[in-house]
Every structure is written in structure tokens, then in C-alpha cells.
């Protein structure tokens, strides 16, 4: 079986700072691992994935995690964060080798404040 | 724009009343799940289908939920009698299953208050 462990459950951060949000996962398997992100009363939103090669992984808009291995970690950064990056993300992580249910964090609500 | 649709968007019900969330999974996507979210417990897979064969629905509770896929382009979840514990809001999300793991696209979600 998999858990997904987000160790704050909020994150306030000014504009324009530096953010880090932090996802450590259990399994005895390999595994896909994924950030979610959620706004106020959406669905959520796939921001990026690692399934296999490069470590590290990045999304359109800056952001971007690196899948370290023996930490068991996949956090997620973002160098510059903008009032718009305020939602809630979720670290997910799924079996690999096939398309499989997703497990998710308890999610971290990111407050970008100006 | 493939989108997933859920409907309704919001739902305010009686105890005892039964409830029925409707999902449209996009176009040509095999793999449909429904998960809860509420503040206490976060996000819970409920069930989850390929091709329209339920492949776990361990989270659910047997006893007054229920999930289908009465055909490709519908997928429902029934709570029968709903009770005030219920109240989440209920995601249904779609994936193509074809060789590695790929993006799960989810709705907007059915809010789902039990009075």
C-alpha cells in the first residue's frame, strides 16, 4: 500500500518569495508521483508528474519538484511565487507500471500575501 | 474544451433521502474514479472503473453507496438513505489507461450537504 505524508498543512508566503512544499511518500513499490492544485471551489489540476528519467520536473508557470529516491520526497518549489499561486496543492502518488488509482496527501494551503 | 462534467454542482437533501451524482467522463477516457473530500479526512478514493468494470471500491461504504457505469459516457454514484456524515464534496475524475501512468482530469465536483 501507499501514503502520502504533506507536512504543513499551510504555507503563508509573501510575493515574490521563495516557497517549498514538502511531500514524503510510503510504498513498496515503485511509484508515479504527482502535485495537484485546487482553487477556491474547482476541481483539482494536474501541475506536474514525475513517471521516470530526469528527477527533476517543472511545470509551465515555475514551478517545479525533484524526486528523490532515497529521502522517499517529492517536493514541490517555486523560486518567485505570485498572489495568484494561492490554492491548495496536493501531493498524489499511484503504483507504477500501469494507470492506477491515485492517493493523495491532506494537502497544503499555499496564502501568497502582498 | 474536453472537459469532465459533474452534475448537479450542489445538492442540499434530508436524511434519509436518497441521492444520485451524475459524471460525464471525457470523451474516449477508460478510467473514471470518484473520490470525497471533506476537511477531516481529505480527499478518499471511493471507487474507481476501467472500462466500466469496477476495479476497487474498498473505500466505499457498501451499506448505502453505491457506483456504475451504466454506459461509456455515464457514470453515477448513489447514496441510499444519505445521511448527514455525507456531506463532502464528491469528485469524479477520467484517464485513458494506455501504457504509463497519464493525468487524471477531474470535474468540479458535486457539493453535497446532508441536513
Known amino acids: 500500500a501507499q501514503s502520502v505524508t504533506q507536512l504543513d498543512s499551510q504555507v503563508p508566503v509573501f510575493e515574490e518569495a521563495p516557497v517549498e512544499l514538502r511531500c514524503n511518500y510510503s510504498s513498496s513499490v515503485s511509484v508515479y508521483l504527482f502535485w495537484y492544485v485546487q482553487y477556491p471551489n474547482q476541481g483539482l489540476q494536474l501541475l506536474l508528474k514525475?513517471?521516470?528519467?530526469?528527477?527533476l520536473v517543472e511545470s509551465i508557470n515555475g514551478f517545479e519538484a525533484e524526486f528523490n529516491k532515497s529521502q522517499t520526497s517529492f517536493h514541490l518549489r517555486k523560486p518567485s511565487v505570485h498572489i495568484s499561486d494561492t490554492a491548495e496543492y496536493f501531493c498524489?502518488?499511484?503504483?507504477?507500471?500501469?494507470?492506477?488509482?491515485?492517493?493523495f496527501g491532506a494537502g497544503t494551503r499555499l496564502a501568497v500575501h502582498p | 474544451d474536453a472537459r469532465v462534467t459533474q452534475t448537479p454542482r450542489h445538492k442540499v437533501t434530508e436524511m434519509g433521502q436518497e441521492v444520485t451524482m451524475r459524471c460525464q467522463p471525457i470523451l474516449g477516457h477508460n478510467t473514471v474514479f470518484w473520490y470525497r473530500q471533506t476537511m477531516m479526512q481529505g480527499l478518499e478514493l471511493l471507487a474507481y472503473f476501467r472500462n466500466r468494470a469496477p476495479l476497487d471500491d474498498s473505500g466505499m461504504p457498501k451499506d448505502r453507496f453505491s457506483a456504475e457505469m451504466p454506459d461509456a459516457t455515464l457514470a453515477t454514484l448513489k447514496i441510499q438513505p444519505s445521511e448527514p456524515r455525507d456531506s463532502a464534496v464528491y469528485f469524479c475524475?477520467?484517464?485513458?489507461?494506455?501504457?504509463?501512468?497519464?493525468?487524471?482530469?477531474f470535474g468540479q465536483g458535486t457539493r453535497l450537504t446532508v441536513v
Open positions: 514525475y513517471l521516470s528519467g530526469s528527477t
Open positions: 498524489a502518488v499511484s503504483p507504477s507500471g500501469g494507470y492506477n488509482k491515485l492517493i
Open positions: 475524475a477520467s484517464g485513458l489507461s494506455a501504457g504509463a501512468n497519464t493525468e487524471a482530469f
